[in-house]
């Protein structure tokens, strides 16, 4: 879930709060696009006002536009990956922010699934990472889709993180968990199959707790 939290280089701890409310409706209006009122968006994520406006000031810096295309959000997530190629991954991961398949991430996008990563329950977080990995948005994941997904991990970490893998240990990874999560060996992973064997997972449930606190 880490892997998240470097995407839109927030600063947050860079950002004066002395700005009254007026200074943050103009700052919302000088966009391309404007995102919905902070109220709502209060009312919809697990976020307060005061930590909405951090985080859209720290979105708009990197995206001046109000929204974020698919190949600028390679190329901001790509740096903080410098010896690795994280092209991939930050496909499926922009499919996965972009739920409206618009093409683009806007501020609602972005902070929606944001709060669920870092403040939504745990079935909310392993939904939405279910969502990730089933690329072709069926309701399922296969194995083609988990390798993808596993090996898009393994190309963006880097040859300087795991030096001594083999080329196959992606393929590896993916037999060992698909066969532990593909409970009824029908092929496929459910939403269901995907959830209970995270949950049964240590290591899993470990991480999930690790950036709940970090805004």
């Known amino acids: 879930m880490g892997l998240v939290m470097g995407t839109f280089s927030l600063q947050s701890k860079q950002v004066s709060y002395h700005k009254d409310k007026a200074d943050d409706d103009l700052e919302m209006t000088i966009v ?31 995206c001046p536009s109000g929204v974020v295309n698919e190949e600028t959000f390679k190329q901001i997530y790509s740096q903080f990956f410098p010896h690795g190629d994280a092209s991939t991954y930050a496909h499926y991961l922009f499919n996965a922010f972009d739920t409206g398949n618009t093409g683009s991430i806007k501020f609602e996008d972005f ?96 991480s999930l707790q690790l950036f709940e606190n970090v805004i």
């Open 111 to 206: 902070v929606t699934a944001l709060s669920i990563l870092l403040r939504g329950s745990v079935t909310e977080k392993l939904q939405w990472t279910f969502n990730l990995y089933d690329i072709n948005r069926d309701g399922y994941i296969n194995k083609e889709e988990m390798t993808d997904i596993v090996r898009a991990i393994y190309d963006m970490m880097g040859k300087y993180t795991y030096p001594v893998l083999k080329t196959d240990a992606p393929k590896q990874h993916v037999d060992a968990f698909f066969q532990k999560m593909d409970k009824n060996r029908d092929g496929v992973v459910t939403l269901d199959e995907f959830i209970l064997s995270c949950q049964e997972d240590e290591n899993i449930m470990r």
């Open 32 to 62: 391309c696009h404007r995102p919905e009122g902070l109220d709502q968006l209060e009312a919809q994520t697990n976020f307060s006002k005061r930590e909405l406006q951090v985080l859209y000031r720290g979105f708009k810096n990197e």
